[in-house]
Antibody, heavy 119, light 108 residues
Framework: EVQLLESGGGLVQPGGSLRLSCAASEFTFSNYAMSWVRQAPGKGLEWVSAIGGSGDGTYYADSVKGRFTISRDNSKNTLYVQMSSLRAEDTAVYYC????????????WGRGTLVTVSS | EIVMTQSPATLSVSPGERATLSCRASQSAGTNLAWYKQKPGQAPRLLIYGASTRATGIPARFSGSGSGTEFTLTISSLQSEDFAVYYCQQYNYWPPLTFGGGTKVEVK
């Protein structure tokens, strides 16, 4: 089954760091750009970051630029985001999402992992 | 940044009735517009891309239209599983990729 499975969420103190992972299965991972999208409790969707299929080209929302780093390991079919200097407003469910082959809409989503930033 | 605005915020519809959801872009998004459905506690699911192309497995009762700055998602006859929150997203000019604030379709 084609799927994405996130892991690594949890409770972290303000100013702390966390790394999320997303394991992809049943599609040619390296052929597709990938992305992270988050959703704060009770709120809408917010795009966070994206990376090209070969790792060339990384893109960030202004709200996380300089604090988050997206990366991928195509040999492990895994997407990552390293989050540092975390703030309360980073509290959200973080979804991993696959981008379309030639256009940047999200055609496959993981179930999400919750990140809570609180003291 | 292209700002996406969805209306109404909440739409109350009876099962079997038609629902029409709107999405407006602050500048042209061409036809680079997608729609997603999200049920409580679940991840979003792609419904429409390219403003009007249904994604794999999406029933024909869902249709998308529009171009430029005005877009519409129509659900021709609401089924119980269609009561959810719907989001539009533009991918014409990025970064950032931007979503609308969502329309909640609830039972009237």
């Amino acid at each position: 089954e084609v799927q994405l499975l996130e892991s690594g969420g949890g409770l972290v103190q303000p100013g702390g760091s966390l790394r999320l992972s997303c394991a992809a299965s049943e599609f040619t991972f390296s052929n597709y750009a990938m992305s992270w999208v988050r959703q704060a409790p009770g709120k809408g969707l917010e795009w966070v970051s994206a990376i090209g299929g070969s790792g060339d080209g990384t893109y960030y929302a202004d709200s996380v630029k300089g604090r988050f780093t997206i990366s991928r390991d195509n040999s492990k079919n895994t997407l990552y985001v390293q989050m540092s200097s975390l703030r309360a407003e980073d509290t959200a469910v973080y979804y991993c999402a696959k981008l379309g082959r030639t256009s940047w809409y999200f055609d496959l989503w993981g179930r999400g992992t919750l990140v809570t930033v609180s003291s | 940044e292209i700002v996406m605005t969805q209306s109404p915020a909440t739409l109350s519809v009876s099962p079997g009735e038609r629902a029409t959801l709107s999405c407006r872009a602050s500048q042209s998004a061409g036809t680079n517009l997608a729609w997603y459905k999200q049920k409580p506690g679940q991840a979003p699911r792609l419904l429409i891309y390219g403003a009007s192309t249904r994604a794999t497995g999406i029933p024909a009762r869902f249709s998308g239209s529009g171009s430029g700055t005005e877009f519409t998602l129509t659900i021709s006859s609401l089924q119980s599983e269609d009561f959810a929150v719907y989001y539009c997203q533009q991918y014409n000019y990025w970064p950032p990729l931007t979503f609308g604030g969502g329309t909640k379709v609830e039972v009237k």
